[in-house]
């Protein structure tokens, strides 16, 4: 990756951190809304899914580097030459995943209210290549025909039915029984 800056639209798995200007954060905080990050960035709009919002002093018994390793699964190795720069921020910060660009290509901003602190690489599964992708599609059918077919209730289950007509016959016998008799 040679722009920090730079979105593709096929980007997958980075995490960028943006520290934010004090009018941005309380934008965000009286709007309730992403638009005033996404001014700063110079997009027309963040997939809230993919965004959130810190408060440094929330997390300020943790820091800024713990947090991103136990939430986003950043590697040791990764955030060991950016962890000062990280935990010496205050205000608010805005972890963006690849996926808050909506799939479009575009250029950051990152000079206004929005400043890039570090982009990282998410943790988690790898991204899946086209012969896990086939297994993955042959397993997926296996498990629908498998619960397509007509599976035979169990026998607690059948026990079950059966305790319930049996209550119900019961019941009505003896509304039989006082009608009846009274």
Not at 5 to 24: C, D, I, N, P, W
Not at 85 to 95: N, P, R
Not at 109 to 118: C, F, I, N, P
Not at 155 to 170: E, F, Y
């Amino acid at each position: 990756m040679t722009d920090p800056t730079h979105v593709k639209a096929t980007e997958h798995g980075l995490v960028r951190v943006f520290h934010l200007s004090y009018a941005v954060s309380m934008e965000i905080g009286h709007m309730g809304t992403l638009d005033g990050l996404a001014e700063a960035l110079g997009v027309e709009r963040l997939d809230g899914r993919d965004v959130q919002i810190v408060a440094i002093g929330e997390i300020s018994d943790m820091g800024l580097s713990e947090f991103l390793t136990l939430g986003y699964e950043i590697d040791e190795a990764e955030i060991a030459p950016v962890r000062p720069i990280l935990d010496e921020l205050d205000g608010k910060v805005a972890i963006l995943r690849s996926g808050a660009f909506d799939g479009h290509d575009v250029h950051l901003e990152t000079d206004g209210g929005a400043r890039l602190v570090a982009t990282l690489h998410e943790g988690g599964p790898p991204t899946p290549t086209l012969a896990h992708a086939d297994r993955t599609v042959e397993s997926a059918k296996r498990q629908v025909n498998a619960q397509q077919e007509k599976r035979r209730p169990s026998d607690a289950a059948m026990s079950g039915r059966v305790a319930t007509v049996a209550l119900l016959v019961l019941f009505a016998l003896v509304g039989l029984m006082i009608w009846i008799g009274g």
